[in-house]
């Protein structure tokens, strides 16, 4: 290997631990988020609220684990790792779209009714 490949393998590896970290912080940060509208807030709506905060931090959590793995599967693209790619992208895309619809749908019903 030349020494701009290993350099490039190096530098993605590394690029990939980050996006990884950065999604565990995010979810982590998206819990502290979640128990803080809770205690904030003493309404008996504070649950949707306290959900739809929890998802969009967990949304973009997705997002950094995919270009995780985009990042690991440049590297060495065989066969069974885009396979892998592949199937992980569309489990994390389906949870994505249906935490952005479940987010969505709340948002519309806590709104008031306009008359």
Do not use: C
């Amino acid at each position: 290997m030349h020494e701009i490949e290993t350099l490039i393998v190096n530098a993605a590896s590394y690029l990939q631990i980050i996006f990884e970290a950065a999604s565990v912080i995010v979810v982590a940060a998206g819990g502290i988020a979640f128990a803080r509208a809770f205690i904030l807030h003493r309404r008996s709506d504070v649950e949707p609220i306290a959900r739809r905060i929890l998802g969009k931090y967990l949304i973009v959590a997705l997002e950094l684990q995919l270009g995780a793995d985009i990042i690991a599967t440049a590297t060495d693209p065989t066969i069974e790792e885009l396979a892998k790619l592949t199937a992980i992208a569309f489990v994390r895309t389906f949870l994505d779209y249906f935490l952005v619809r479940e987010i969505r749908e709340e948002r519309v019903e806590d709104k008031p009714n306009e008359t």
